[in-house]
C-alpha cells in the first residue's frame, strides 16, 4: 500500500513518519485507472529501472506515491496540486529539503520530460507510463478506464484531444528514458499508442 512505502522513505530520510490521507485519495470512487492499483505499479517498477542509493530511492518512492494524489481529470492543475500535497507531508515529517525535490519530480509529470542524468526523474516518468507497453489486453483496460476518468468530456471533444496527445507520444524519438524501460515496453508501446491512435479515427 502507498502509506506503508511512504512511510517507510520517510523513516529512511530521518524524517518522522505522519499518518496521511494518501489511500483515502487513491480510493476515491471516480478514480478508474489513477486509483491504488496504478500508484502500486508505479512504485513497484520505478525502482527496478535505474541503481540507486538508497536517499534515491527513498525519493523516488515518495515522488511515485504523491504524483498521483491529487487527480480530479484537470491536468495540470492535478500534478500541481499533488506536488503541494506532497511538500506539505513532508515538512511536517520535518523534510523540508526532501519536499522540495519531491514535489519538482511530481511536477515532472506534467510534459514528461526530464534531463536523461536525471536518473531518478527518468525512473519516475517511465514507471508512470509502463502501462503504455503492457500486454493488449490491458492497455485497452487501460484506455477505457481513463477515458471514464473523463466521462464528462463528449465523444467528438475526446476523440480530437485524446488523439493529440497520442500523436504526441508517437512523435517522439524515445518513450521510454531509462535503458530498462525501453528494452520493457518501447516497442510494445509504440503498437498500442498506433492501434488506439486507429480506433479512435474510425
Known sequence: MPDIAWRAAVSALGGTPVDTDIVARYSEPHRRYHDLRHVRSVVRDAVTLVPLSSPEKAVLILAACAHDVVYD????????????????????????????????????????????????????????????????????????????????????????????????????DRLFLTPAGRDRWEAAARRNLARELESLRQ
Open 73 to 172: 481529470a484537470v491536468p495540470g492543475t492535478d500534478e500541481h496540486r499533488s506536488a503541494d500535497w506532497a511538500r506539505t507531508w513532508l515538512t511536517r515529517s520535518g523534510l523540508e529539503s526532501a519536499a522540495s525535490r519531491v514535489s519538482d519530480l511530481v511536477l515532472m509529470t506534467i510534459k514528461h520530460a526530464a534531463d536523461p542524468t536525471d536518473h531518478v526523474a527518468c525512473a519516475l516518468l517511465d514507471a508512470d507510463l509502463a502501462i503504455l507497453g503492457s500486454p493488449a489486453a490491458d492497455y485497452d483496460a487501460y484506455a477505457s478506464a481513463v477515458r471514464q476518468e473523463y466521462s464528462a468530456v463528449p465523444d467528438d471533444s475526446w476523440r480530437t484531444g485524446r488523439s493529440r496527445v497520442l500523436h504526441s507520444l508517437l512523435d517522439r
